[in-house]
């Protein structure tokens, strides 16, 4: 069993919808990173939290570290929106550099 | 400058051939990690610079070099690749190595081996 998981796998949504990606993990983090990667490209961060709540544009990260899970919110969804998603988490205690990744969210918004 | 950036964007190269992927920074980031990214697969750790110094190297085939000659840059040095080494090569960095920081990552290198 991966240490962090994600679901759904894959998302097909419409555009304008509100869309939810989970991701629990298993293991004592200092803390979470919520990744976006378009198809072929590089991985942008679009978060780092380790508690509580963080909002950018039309996207919202939340973790809730007792019941380690964070999830990652879309509102007024757009089709630019359609990439992986990926959350990662940075160990702790005792953590190193290293992250440990879940398997990804494919969304696919259609217009 | 937040950027990491990566060259060559593509590469294409033999079995017998030497090349090297290069990284950049300009954030004062300490820390510099490389990644494979097979298809549809998340980024596997490969080796973790932090202050210049090989942190992590998670027992990667010595068939992949890589060189940190200052804070700003990272190289990875190859030689006698396969064909299953064809991937997505991932920079990144982050201030301090430290457990709570944020990574930023490059555009990466497309690497395919014929």
């Known amino acids: 069993k991966n240490e962090v998981e994600q679901s759904p796998q894959n998302l097909t949504a419409q555009e304008g919808e509100f869309i939810t990606i989970n991701c629990s993990y298993s293991v004592g983090i200092s803390a979470l990173h919520w990744l976006q990667q378009h198809p072929g490209g590089g991985i942008v961060s679009l978060f780092m939290?380790?508690?509580g709540k963080k909002k950018h544009g039309r996207l919202i990260a939340t973790i809730n570290i007792q019941e380690k899970h964070s999830s990652l919110h879309i509102t007024a969804s757009h089709p630019r929106d359609s990439a992986v998603y990926i959350c990662?988490?940075?160990?702790?205690?005792?953590?190193?550099?290293?992250?440990?990744f879940g398997k990804g969210t494919k969304l696919t918004v259609n217009p | 400058d937040t950027e990491v950036t990566q060259t060559p964007k593509h590469l294409v190269m033999g079995m017998t051939n030497k090349k090297s992927l290069k990284c950049e920074q300009h954030m004062g980031h300490r820390a510099m990690y490389w990644y494979k990214q097979k298809a549809k697969k998340p980024p596997e750790l490969m080796f973790v610079?932090?202050?210049?110094?090989?942190?992590i190297n998670e027992s990667v085939p010595s068939r992949f070099s890589p060189e940190c000659p200052n804070s700003s840059l990272l190289n990875l040095h190859l030689h006698a690749l396969q064909p299953e080494d064809s991937a997505l090569y991932l920079c990144?960095?982050?201030?301090?190595?430290?457990?709570?920081?944020?990574?930023?990552f490059g555009p990466g290198t497309r690497l395919t081996v014929l």
């Open positions: 990144a960095s982050s201030q301090l190595g430290l457990a709570a920081d944020e990574q930023f």
């Open positions: 939290l380790s508690s």
């Open positions: 610079y932090s202050y210049e110094k090989l942190s």
């Open positions: 990662a988490a940075k160990q702790a205690p005792g953590g190193s550099e290293k992250l440990v």
